[in-house]
DNA sequence: GACTGTGAATCGATTCACAGCG
DNA sequence: CGCTGTGAATCGATTCACAGTC
């Protein structure tokens, strides 16, 4: 069964909302309840849950330590994610930095950046390297993903980069579709193979803005879709 | 006629791609090559232009830049956007300092934060003022969209904060599900009011970093779905 | 009685097929 | 002939209504 992207998006939200709920100290939740906080109505909460599996009890709802518990592992955060930033210009550097909280499952294992001003640079304990030793670091190194965070005109040839050293997820933050074949060979040849198995999510402020833009331009266009993504 | 969020996303990037083009000197383009670059098909480029009027040639295709300016155009990118950073710690910085490139029709007027250590302290030429001061700033100053990056656990003060200051506008980078509604009033009384017309866009990349999570974790479950926001 | 879980119904977005036009 | 623009068809996601069960 295929399971719609907005629903992923909804579960990190309702995750959120548990581990919220959790500190608080609350121990039992609704779908009606969810659906408040979140901003979503309450079908909808159960129908994106019901594609997982039956976290509830009918007629009391929803205890907070499981169903937190269930959504992280749907989605995938009960296991450890390895994860390398490539471009550590100023980007790069907020999101080494940034306080990820409870997201402890994710850890920057590697820093890399064509630019020698940068190369040596030290961010949470690790040093920033050159690109070129991608793909030995990777020989040595297991990586789950890579944060892309070089300007737009680099993210192509840095994302076949990664692609080619063997990381299977890229997050990017460039604004650019990232385009899913490769443009050329090493001998120059023109083979313009398919990535296989690079899965790609984007994160894109300067979309965003715009988008907002519009949406002021225009009142009437209610706006509600999920993620900021591309 | 209620145009689909998502194709609000999709017009962003064909107008990054007329950009590239015509740097390139790429004189006309046509909704197949439009659609490749987009990463997605011909149908949806036309339907997605459709909405806003005619703006090819049958037969011969769009001309580079008529389309790209009237993409701006529907996207409100022909006038200025006054902005106002409220939350400059390091992600406030790097969003102060990125280079936003073509994108001049957005400007940085105003610079806030609660944290005394950061006030004073000069971006862009603008120096980084009390968030108190948010109401008189805004007396004096036309501001058209806040971007809020914050710590979570102070969004929703800090959007509420901009909402009473007449900010109809907010891009939320805090990972969380804004409120549209008050909570209390000044003098104590719940009296619960909605926002009346503020528009919010998320762009949250911890949202983004777990749903690749899930991707890769169940990579039968192909991802197509547009911008990184909640 | 309250609230979940889910098949059926609705709604909306994407895809299609083709008419229209340079 | 080529490619746009668009009504109709399809597909998929959201909403609904209610059966199930604690």
Same mark, same amino acid.
């Given at each position: 069964m295929t399971i719609p992207s907005a629903t992923i998006s909804r579960l990190v939200t309702y995750l959120r909302i548990l581990e919220q709920l959790e500190t608080e100290e609350v121990a039992r939740t609704n779908s009606h309840d969810l659906a408040e906080r979140a901003q979503v109505n309450a079908f909808q909460v159960r129908k994106d849950l019901a594609y997982f599996g039956r976290f509830g009890t009918r007629g009391m709802g929803y205890t907070v330590p499981v169903l937190k518990r269930e959504l992280m592992r749907v989605l995938g955060l009960t296991q450890r994610w390895r994860v390398i930033i490539v471009g550590m210009g100023r980007l790069g550097q907020a999101i080494a930095n940034y306080p990820v909280g409870s997201d402890y499952q994710f850890e920057y294992v590697g820093l890399f950046d064509v630019n020698p001003a940068l190369i040596g640079q030290r961010h949470q304990g690790l040093t920033i390297q050159p690109m070129d030793e991608l793909h030995e670091f990777m020989k040595t190194h297991q990586v789950d993903m890579g944060f892309l965070a070089v300007p737009p005109e680099k993210a192509q040839a840095a994302a076949q980069a990664l692609a080619e050293a063997g990381v299977r997820g890229i997050l990017n933050f460039a604004p650019t579709v990232l385009q899913?074949?490769? *443009?050329?060979?090493e001998n120059g040849d &023109? *083979?313009? &193979?398919e990535w296989h198995n690079v899965t790609i999510e984007n994160v894109d402020f300067l979309a965003g803005m715009k988008r907002l833009a519009f949406y002021l331009l225009n009142p009437n266009q209610k706006n509600d879709q999920p993620e900021d993504n591309t």
């Open positions: 899913p074949r490769l *443009i050329a060979t &023109e *083979i313009s &193979e």
